[in-house]
């Protein structure tokens, strides 16, 4: 089962690098490429036969091989602020020397950004606009503050839009029906990776699993073989022994540090054990809808960070309290000032550490080691 | 009524709005930039203050509600699009005609759209007035006579036209940014010995630019299409256009030097900055970047400008 399990990320993963760094020497690929945000609806993009890369995943990829630094650095030296989102610093970086663990990704033909995560991701996208002169296409997803019909008819259209400039791009014409299919295989991977998820609290294993196999939900959502992965590793998982009772459970709020061997404080947390995260829940989204349409509108116009603070309130409650968890571990994340706000009314006491999910120079450890340990304190005190 | 608008994406054709200017006050939120967490400490610290109303344009404004949420205040975030097509102009559209309702629930009646549609024409025209012959008046007094202006009822504004005359030196200057709270740092570049000679600040050259809305016209779309269609702030998401607009004025007005002010944590500049200084590069204009910590933080300023003004 354990290499089923295996055989099926393989794929995935040879299937998505597979271009990358080919086309260096101007060889043109077979399929017209798209670079997107981590929240594009690749429903239709994966319709139309358009391939698709995430420059915001593999910057997280960067950073767990341990390349991130000179990247960095060189986009500073090109004048990018060091204070902007290390994401994009870091793949700036790795654009301008043509350097990455597995290369480059294959040049955009069109490049598509959306909003409903942060602000910032389609200003970074500008400059890759401006780096490669193609046409930037802007989804703008008004979140659940605004009236929502008047939301459902911009963001409809906005869709029906995409879906007639990339059948002009791509040559293709969307089916329907193979939409309708591929947001199926998106909803079926969704809830079988809910399944994954939960099992974080009850069983004996990291979240460094979750942290870094949430990556197939992000870049492999629609594709038929993502479901059948999650199914299996709920499986396996489900036959761990069950989370021992002995450590203090916490919650970990915010990014996973993608430079880190276990992508959290592991050496600072041997007392804790992480029973929940909210970041293995963003991509759950909720297809729900009568029509493709008001699928896509429902997954992608409410994603978390596009909730209103009252709504993201009473989502974390939620997964706090399935978590048991006691207390909180707060990413105050130079990169995202949207996550962090999102802690702001948890009921339970929290360390706020400053941290960047890419550039591991950013934390003060022994700060947070100190803060870890008032945390411990305040709740034994408790 | 007295709603503190943080920013120029806020239309003064719905309702009067007060301009944020500044903020001399605590902050506390980290890598949060200093404009927006002065804003936040006005509305919640000054009496004065009715109520607020921001857009949801960049990262700093996204949150903006949770840090207000408790303030008691009125609290109205408007949804600026991120593209700027009639898709676009007709959701602000009805954006807008909502932003109007929720105002007049709270306040009562905002009173006649057109006519303030027309004021806002009026006074826009007088300021593109003055602007037209920054070269020849003193930058630092036009600067401080709009924000004075900007913190004033739209009926009761008056562009002031008699500023003081200042000879242009051979040292053209053309300033980018946010609004520019710090009135002094423009003062700080007089005394350098530069002239400024065009902005593309939006409380000056973005309100020279913006497009007349016709007051006989669907007022909603008209004030849209104002918002979306003039000189645009990077939180717009739409660089070339800003890029082009730039230039050529840039261009036209023979510049020599480009001063590029950001505040810390300012990302939407901050970008925009890392390909405005290539493209300056490209035309073998000099360009110096400014990082104010916050709305009032002009200190450090004086020795750049000092060596920059040698450069240029």
Known sequence: MAQSILQIKSRLLREYYKDFSKYAKGKLPEKKVAWVTAFVPVEILEALDISYYYPESYAAVIAASGAEQPLLEESEARCLSCDCCSYSCCIEGCLEQEKGPRGVPPKPDVLIATNNQCNTLPTWWNILAERYQVPLIVLDYPGETADRQLAYEYVTKQHRELIAELEKLSGNRLDPSVLAELIANSERSVAEWKQVAACLPEYEIKPTILFDDISFL?????KTETAELYRLMNEEIRQMPAAGKDKIPVFWLGYPLWYHPDRFLSELLEDYRIVGSNYVTWWSLNYSGQDVFEKLFQAYNFTFLNLAQATRNERLAQLIGESKAVCAVTLHNKSCKC??????????PQAEIEIDMIDRTFVDMEKARRQLEILKDAICIG | MKLLALSGLIPEQICD????TGYPG???????????????????QDDTVDGAVFPKSCDSCRIMGSYLEDCGKFLYQLNIPARQDELAVDFLAAELEQYQAA??????????????????????REIRGVYE???????????EAVHDMLTKPLFEQTVKKDLPEKKASGKRVYLVGSFLSGTELAGVIEDCGMTVVGDNLPESGRLAAMPEADPGGELYREIAACVLRGRLSPTQDNFRQILSADMEEIERKQVNGVIFVTQKYCEPYDYLFSVYQKMLGQKGIAVTKLTLSDSADVRKAGLTLEAFADVI
């Open chain 2, 17 to 20: 709005i007060v301009r944020f």
């Open chain 2, 133 to 143: 012959n920054l070269a020849n008046i003193s930058y630092r007094e036009y600067l």
């Open chain 1, 218 to 222: 992000i870049t492999s959502r629609c």
């Open chain 1, 339 to 348: 996550d962090f706000v999102s802690a702001k009314n948890i009921a339970i």
């Open chain 2, 26 to 44: 605590e902050r506390s939120v980290a890598h949060y930039c200093g404009y927006a967490e002065d804003y936040i400490s006005m509305v919640k």
């Open chain 2, 103 to 124: 105002v007049e629930r709270r306040f009562g009646a905002v009173g006649s759209i057109a006519e303030r549609v027309e004021a806002v024409n009026a006074r826009n």
